[in-house]
């Protein structure tokens, strides 16, 4: 994908005042340069954080790309239910001592983030997440990313953001309304860095000396495909998170047993969940490797074996066959 292009995605994602708020990080991000503020203490390297749940479909190549950047990697399962946390012992024993796995089933987001974030120890700390695959060859190869880090300055903080390739519904096809996604993934660590949930999302709370950078090539893609459980759960997950925790809804599953029937018009979950399946793919589109570029390497092999697959009626998409 065009680097100009992504350019001009990026300058869209702020409101005006961004000018104003990056010219006022440069000013204090010189802070740790001259000494104001101590530079990082922790080793020069790169610690992948992961949290994850229900990732079964995608852990293998997710983890894999991004091992090649990693000088450690740590990984908490959320509690689960797919075979997920066992694929991930079964890796962590295959590298052992890089792959540090850890087990939290009762932590709410944020703070499986800020645990996870706790168990690193290099100076570059990058979020990761089950469904992501990293290209690992070509002009494209992550391996050009941690060479570009380390070209940075030692002495400063830095909250990089990156781009990623969205895949929805199967892997031949995205959402015209988020076709790529940019996040703050990475970022130099430091303690007065960590997770707070202000709203629907959780967030970094960033002090000011930190220097806002953007690499525009994309790293990777995003697939975002689940099955329908998942997608009807996802369906109704932001409208909880916004909840904070309300005690009639301990669980994700509880509120969307209350909102399938205003929503879908049904009591049944079954019926939900292909009722919602209907209603988000139709509005999806075709990917277009010329446009986005090519897949990641080692999602390749799925494109003929993946377990979805969109079907189409008469040039709609009318639904989708999961095996």
């Known amino acids: 994908m065009n680097s100009t292009r992504l350019k001009s995605i990026t300058s869209n994602l702020r409101p005006e005042k961004r000018y ?3 010219a006022l990080r440069a000013i204090v991000g010189m802070a740790p340069k001259v000494g104001i503020i101590a530079a990082s203490d922790r080793p020069q390297g790169i610690s992948i954080f992961m949290r994850v749940k229900d990732e079964v479909d ?5 983890v894999g790309s991004i091992m090649r950047i990693a000088d450690e990697m740590v990984i908490v ?21 890089k792959i540090h796995l850890f087990h939290q089933p009762e932590y709410d987001l944020c703070r499986l983030s800020n645990f996870a974030l706790s168990q690193t120890k290099f100076r570059w700390v990058f979020r990761w997440d089950g469904d992501m695959v990293a290209h690992t060859s070509g002009q494209l190869d992550i391996a050009n990313l941690r060479e570009w880090l380390f070209s940075l300055n030692q002495s400063a903080y ?22 790529v996604h940019i996040e703050e993934y990475i970022h130099t660590f430091s303690e007065k860095a960590f997770f707070i949930h202000p709203g629907r999302f959780e967030a970094v709370r960033f002090p000011k000396f930190y220097l806002p950078l953007y690499y525009y090539e994309p790293v990777g893609f995003h697939v975002n495909v689940k099955p329908a459980s998942r997608m009807l759960s996802r369906y109704f997950w932001e409208e909880w998170l916004e909840l904070k925790g309300d005690r009639r809804f301990p669980s994700l599953e509880s509120y ?3 909102r399938i029937k205003r929503e ?14 209907q209603r988000l793919c139709r509005s999806y589109i075709r990917y277009e490797p010329g446009k986005f570029g090519p897949y990641p390497e080692l999602l390749m092999p799925y494109l003929k074996s993946s377990r979805y697959r969109l079907t189409y009626e008469n040039g709609r998409i009318t639904g989708r066959e999961e095996e």
Do not use: K
């Not at 995608?58 to 997710?62: G, L």
């Not at 689960?80 to 024993?93: I, K």
């Not at 990089?160 to 959402?175: A, E, F, K, P, W």
């Not at 879908?264 to 399946?277: K, N």
């Open 264 to 277: 879908f018009e049904t009591e049944s979950i079954e019926e939900a969940r292909h009722r919602c399946l």
């Open 20 to 22: 104003f708020s990056r």
């Open 158 to 179: 830095y909250l990089v953001h990156l781009l990623h390739i969205n895949l929805v519904g199967d892997l031949y096809h995205q959402d015209p309304e988020e076709m």
């Open 58 to 62: 995608w852990i293998v190549p997710s």
């Open 256 to 258: 969307v047993r209350l």
């Open 77 to 97: 399962d959320n509690g689960s239910t797919d075979g997920t946390f066992e694929v991930l012992q079964q890796m962590a024993a295959q590298h052992h001592g």
